[in-house]
């Protein structure tokens, strides 16, 4: 008789269906717990960096890199070409205004200075001819002005008389009419003899006056070729150091060439690039400060070049309280440059953080200080040392500002 067999309810190949199944369902919860960012990482304490929020006076600035250059400098340019005859300075002399630097060589110029002087010296000798032989014909018409004023008298004199004597009869009438007509005659004379010298006079001043206007211009002409040959002696034109001196001896320079500049080193300016990004908010009268053995000293903006080149343009600073001892032209100083007035503000520390996380989030630190957990913050101005916090934390609170390149999309860090 046979033995009816019961059923297995679990076969072996059920069991592997579920448990793989079971498999499959881990590893789903598994990324699905991965994906909502509840994940933790073990971090030691050493290897970050814990700042605490707090409030304070907070002003934005930004770094800025200045060279120390002198107040001003005056360039050296050739004001005429030539050969470069004599060095009388070397480079870096201090120079006294005045004082030749190098000398050069013309033929050129020099042959038309010549040439000019020998006009000027024509011009005058026959400016002096010409006086002369105007002055001898005023003598002329002068004597013969007097000639006739002499007739002219005579002439008078014989008629008044001949008239006397014609009334009275006892001349005839042919030696009246006579002595009447030559007193007439001298008297035209006279009269023509005097237009005659006011006409001369007149051409005498004009003739005088065109040649001393031209003897005028030429002597100023030569003037100005004397101090183009003077030119090719190069002198300081103000007291200060020379630099950046180009020339030797035997060297041709073209006209307009830059030989070397003076440094007027009675004070100092400071010129500092700054980003592009700012230009807007660049004005003269702006503060920066910068630390120099071990004191803090004050700049201000006086002038600013709004020509921008590689994404930087550049603005002068003076010194506002003097200039440091020991301070050398040349020298870089690192500058931070106020960009508001100072103001109260809830701060947090610069730090790597940033730039992993933009100023989105920040890593805060629990009550406990076991923990850290992200936290939402959004951040204002910054400066050298500190962001502005606008929300998300408060003062008291600690955070984590150091970088966060190895913490990936970690949601939690467990502090040891």
């Known amino acids: 008789m046979d033995i009816p067999l019961k059923k297995k309810r679990f076969t072996p190949k059920k069991i592997a269906i579920i448990a793989g199944s079971g498999l499959i369902l881990a590893l789903i919860l598994f ?41 001003s400098t005056i360039y050296l340019d050739a004001m005429e070409g030539g050969r470069v005859e004599e060095k009388f300075v070397e480079d870096g002399t201090m120079m006294k205004k005045g004082e030749p630097i190098i000398r050069l060589s013309n033929t050129d110029l020099e042959l038309s200075l010549v040439n000019q002087e020998t006009q000027v010296y024509n011009l005058l000798t026959q400016m002096q001819i010409s006086q002369n032989a105007a002055r001898q014909n005023t003598i002329i018409k002068r004597n013969n002005l007097t000639d006739v004023e002499n007739n002219l008298i005579e002439g008078k004199r014989k008629y008044e008389l001949n008239k006397n004597l014609y009334e009275k009869g006892a001349v005839g009438r042919q030696d009246y009419m006579e002595s009447e007509n030559n007193y007439n005659y001298q ?3 006279y009269q023509l003899a005097n237009e005659v010298m006011a006409q001369d006079s007149l051409s005498s001043k004009q003739e005088s006056q065109q040649a001393r206007e031209s003897y005028e211009r030429t002597r100023k002409a030569l003037e100005l070729m004397r101090r183009k040959v003077g030119d090719l002696v190069v002198k300081a034109p103000v007291d200060g150091q020379l630099t950046a001196l180009d020339a030797e001896i035997g060297q041709s320079k073209q006209k307009g060439e830059r030989l070397g500049q003076i440094d007027v080193i009675s004070g100092y300016k400071v010129r500092a690039e700054i980003d592009e990004h700012y230009i807007s908010r660049i004005f003269n009268g702006q503060r920066g400060t910068f630390t120099f053995n071990g004191k803090d000293y004050d700049l201000e903006i006086r002038k600013v ?3 921008v080149s590689n994404g930087r343009f550049q603005v002068d600073m003076h ?12 020298q870089s100083l690192q ?35 076991e923990t850290a957990y992200r936290t939402p913050i959004r951040l204002g101005s910054q400066n050298t040392e500190y962001y502005e916090v ?16 190895n913490f990936g999309d970690i949601e939690e860090l467990v502090l040891d």
């Open 319 to 330: 010194f506002v309280d003097g200039v440091p001892e020991n301070i050398r032209r040349g």
């Open 31 to 71: 990324v699905t717990f991965s994906s909502t960012g509840n994940s933790k990482l073990n971090v030691e304490k050493e290897r970050i960096t814990i700042s605490e929020v707090k409030k304070g006076n907070f002003q934005e600035n930004i770094p800025v890199n200045g060279v120390v250059l002198p107040i």
């Open 305 to 307: 070049y709004t020509q």
């Open 335 to 369: 500058i931070k440059l106020a960009l508001s007035q100072e103001k109260e503000a809830v701060l947090v520390s610069k730090g790597g953080f940033f730039q992993q996380t933009g100023g989105n989030w920040i890593f805060k630190l629990s009550d406990d200080g």
């Open 187 to 189: 008297k035209e004379k």
């Open 390 to 405: 606008l929300e998300g934390i408060e003062p008291g609170d600690k955070v984590i500002t150091s970088s966060y390149s």
